[in-house]
């Protein structure tokens, strides 16, 4: 999976691309192993004309994208050719990892590799989705999904989250933590693109509150920790706190808190040798049967192969 191919397209933005190549087109020579060969490929070599008026020149063609390891494809903003179709059929085919960044999921879906599968795409693209692929199960609430062979993100930015991920299961956690701390972004971003949904949203002192209920819960995870805790915390009645946290978040508050319990316990699978029962207890969940259910609802996999995906020691 060393080489890595993205996707240039006519009218694209550079953000996603900009991504990929930040992520795996970067020398690291701190780390002291073989990094990523990046090239970034076009339907046709030539100029690509770029969001901006700008343009930039590749000499690689369909050819040198279907031969890659890893092979992205951004955001499209337009229909899928019979050649780009191809061409992921075929990198698929020959064992290729094959990624989508926001609409790019259009692209993946077109081939025929999502059909029977869950796949994410931006929020804003998800209905669109469904409707034109009905065989894809489309999930708008995650910021990327991971078949093994076959991944898909939401929008632009869930692409850098996505390739964290990518990083973490090919050199562990420890590097990918490290490109992360590079990037100046979190290892882990909590939560799906639901809290990223448009809402008329009115700022007001109640949602500053909420806001401080919820520091003092993630300050707090070991403890019990109820609706009725967070909203006298609030000083809100539950009914209100219920209001104004779904409108701030775009979820409940047991939601949110059981996501950040679970997304507080990856550091010690990825890091120690802290048996799961413990683990479960020391992220605030009463049992590890409860912990094992939601890692499992949230992350799709259970904290052993969790544990064991990112080369933990047992």
Same mark, same amino acid.
């Given at each position: 999976?060393?080489?890595?191919?993205?996707?240039?397209?006519?009218?694209?933005?550079?953000?996603?691309?900009?991504?990929?190549?930040?992520?795996?087109?970067?020398?690291?020579?701190?780390?002291?192993?073989? #990094?990523?060969?990046?090239?970034?490929?076009?339907?046709?070599?030539?100029?690509?004309?770029? &969001?901006?008026?700008?343009?930039?020149?590749?000499?690689?063609?369909?050819?040198?994208?279907?031969?890659?390891?890893?092979?992205?494809?951004?955001?499209?903003?337009?229909? &899928?050719?019979?050649?780009?179709?191809?061409?992921?059929?075929?990198?698929?085919?020959?064992?290729?990892?094959?990624?989508?960044?926001?609409?790019?999921?259009?692209?993946?879906?077109?081939?025929?590799?999502?059909?029977?599968?869950?796949?994410? @795409?931006? #929020?804003?693209?998800? *209905?669109?989705?469904?409707?034109?692929?009905?065989?894809?199960?489309?999930?708008?609430?995650?910021?990327?999904?991971?078949?093994?062979?076959?991944?898909?993100?939401?929008?632009? %930015?869930?692409?850098?989250?996505?390739?964290?991920?990518?990083?973490?299961?090919?050199?562990?956690?420890?590097?990918?933590?490290?490109?992360?701390?590079?990037?100046?972004?979190?290892?882990?971003?909590?939560?799906?693109?639901?809290?990223?949904?448009?809402?008329?949203? %009115?700022?007001?002192?109640?949602? @500053?509150?909420?806001?401080?209920?919820? *520091?003092? %819960?993630?300050?707090?995870?070991?403890?019990?920790?109820? &609706?009725? @805790?967070?909203?006298?915390?609030?000083?809100?009645?539950?009914?209100?706190?219920?209001?104004?946290?779904?409108?701030?978040?775009?979820?409940?508050?047991?939601?949110?808190?059981?996501?950040?319990?679970?997304?507080?316990?990856?550091?010690?699978?990825?890091?120690?040798?802290?048996?799961?029962?413990?683990?479960?207890?020391?992220?605030?969940?009463?049992?590890?049967? @409860?912990?094992?259910?939601?890692?499992?609802?949230?992350?799709?996999?259970?904290?052993?192969?969790?544990?064991? %995906?990112?080369?933990?020691?047992?």
């Amino acid at each position: 999976m060393r080489t890595v191919a993205v996707l240039a397209y006519d009218g694209m933005s550079v953000f996603e691309l900009g991504i990929v190549s930040e992520v795996f087109g970067l020398p690291r020579p701190e780390f002291d192993r073989p #990094w990523y060969e990046l090239t970034i490929c076009a339907e046709k070599p030539g100029p690509v004309r770029v &969001v901006g008026g700008a343009t930039l020149h590749t000499e690689h063609g369909l050819d040198v994208f279907a031969a890659a390891g890893t092979v992205i494809v951004p955001g499209v903003n337009s229909g &899928v050719s019979p050649e780009l179709i191809a061409a992921l059929r075929a990198a698929h085919a020959r064992g290729a990892r094959i990624m989508s960044i926001c609409s790019g999921a259009f692209a993946l879906a077109a081939a025929g590799l999502l059909d029977g599968r869950r796949a994410t @795409t931006h #929020w804003r693209y998800a *209905d669109a989705l469904r409707e034109r692929h009905p065989a894809v199960e489309v999930d708008a609430d995650v910021l990327y999904i991971d078949h093994g062979d076959v991944l898909t993100s939401a929008g632009s %930015a869930a692409g850098l989250d996505l390739c964290l991920h990518v990083i973490r299961l090919d050199h562990g956690p420890s590097i990918a933590n490290a490109v992360a701390r590079r990037l100046v972004v979190q290892p882990h971003r909590d939560g799906g693109q639901a809290q990223f949904v448009e809402a008329p949203v %009115a700022a007001d002192p109640e949602d @500053t509150r909420v806001a401080r209920s919820m *520091d003092w %819960a993630l300050g707090n995870l070991t403890e019990p920790i109820t &609706v009725a @805790t967070l909203a006298r915390h609030a000083h809100m009645s539950e009914r209100t706190y219920l209001r104004h946290f779904a409108r701030a978040t775009g979820t409940t508050p047991i939601r949110w808190l059981i996501d950040r319990r679970v997304h507080a316990s990856l550091p010690l699978l990825e890091t120690t040798r802290t048996p799961i029962e413990a683990i479960a207890t020391t992220v605030g969940f009463e049992t590890a049967v @409860t912990y094992r259910h939601h890692f499992g609802q949230a992350m799709r996999t259970s904290p052993s192969a969790y544990r064991r %995906a990112f080369n933990a020691p047992e």
